[in-house]
């Protein structure tokens, strides 16, 4: 039973303001001064959790992800390093809202017997967070309630989203069959070198790569990570720019994945030679994207949906070569946000199949543990590759019949280390697009070559109420408001190879319109029509 006093009072210390919180598809995130009792609750909820999993660990990340710097968040990490379990979505909603000190302790006790958590059973925490100025006093938030709860913690400070979600499948794998890797920032470090170094044996790079760190944790996390890497002859020459991370003014400010994505440009702040590659994290380095300025000065962006290609590609052709082809299921899972060339590209050309799910990272991530080989990203930079069980346990016992099976098979075998299982990872994405590139040989004007973008126009319509809107069929299609779907085709339907839709945001207040077709003024004139009739909705 935990001490009633002692939650009460130390809840009483973190007043909640009056506003209605929600754990969304980020956890919770906005202006990081309304965050205090958010935060406390959270560390309450990250209590049961660990409980009712009879003490396996869990993490808190401390993140605004691409945010502005003035915002800050709060997101579980469950055992194996996934995204909090869905259903415990709405018991974070829930403590965050209570309306009293008590009201909350009434709840924490009532989830405790709903959900038959043993209140005796040890508690386990880990923490990290970004470098955000408003991190440290969220942590002491955080461990006043884990304290009042009796949970074990350890704070690791400050670290990548990712790097937190591999400690904790470390930490809970440890010992077992799936054991995943040193418990420690350096076990990261050392795991994604060694087997960078054992994916690209002889091959060699083409020139090297620009990686703008949007001023956030990347930055002093890839600087570590190269001093693992090695920088021999043949080593990868990364020059990594926007690593600022002493001035948390310039966190995400004009640079970043997310200013690339949206922009369609590169930061002004990262100079490169044409055909250089270039790459931008985002503000907790979970997202990544590539992009290039051609000969003529044009700019090329090579986003999600590229990388999935890319690694459906190398991941197929290894797969084939090592004589395995007939024993792993590949699949590709995309959102509807996936640019439909991308999506061609994927079931007519390499013949792999493809999966849309609904916005959100988890919801790739799940439909992607479907297959041996399971490639997933949103197009904004967010993925990874998984690998099932059957796909490792296959991949090391396989007695190759050539040295070019061999050969394949070491490749398959390393990369089943190098790309993060848990979570997508922009550091450990980044060295996997550079083994691609090395061993296929290819520019990124190659790269772009394997497929044309249609033209597409994303825009935010904002709207009196967004939950009126509801999407089904991977939130391709709108069943409310009646009526309003039929005219979003109808509008469609006047555009060669139109396609639209318009799903409320997780994430902000407003509704995106996603338009695609033949030609750039046709993907505007789409976007435009149906934003008016979700605006006229
Ligand atoms: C079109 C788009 O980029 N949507 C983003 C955005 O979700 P919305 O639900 O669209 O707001 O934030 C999510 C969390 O970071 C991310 O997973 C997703 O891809
Ligand atoms: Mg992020």
Redesign the pocket.
Known sequence: MANKEKVIAASAKHPRPDRIFSY???GFRMKANLLDSVVFRVGLLAALRSRKLNGQTIGVMITA??NPPEDNGVKLVDPMGEMLDQSWETYATSLANATSDEALFTLYEKLTSDLKINSEAPARVIVARDTRTSGPTLVASLVEALTATGVELTDYKILTTPQLHYLVRCINTKGTQYEYGEVSEKGYYEKLASAFKKAMRSKKFDGGVVVDCANGVGGPKLNELIKYLGRGEDGLAIKVVNDDVLNPDALNVQCGADFV?TNQRAPPSVKAAPLERCASLDGDAD?IVYYFTDKSGQFHLLDGDRIATLAASFLADLARQSGLSGKLSIGVVQ?A?ANGSSTQYVTEHLKVPVVCTN???KHLHHAATRFDIGVYF???G?GTVLFSPQAIKHISQHEPSSPAQADALETLHSLTDLINQAVGDALSDLLLVEVILAHKGWSPENWLATYKDLPNR?VRVEVKDRHIFKAYDAERKLESPVGVQSLIDEAVGKFSKGRSFA??????D?V?V?AEAGSRGEAEDLAGKVASIVRGA
């Open positions: 969304g598809t980020a992800s691409h994505k997202r959102t946000y916005t959100g990272v949103e197009a904004n967010h994303l799903r409320a945001s997780g994430t902000e407003a995106r996603y």
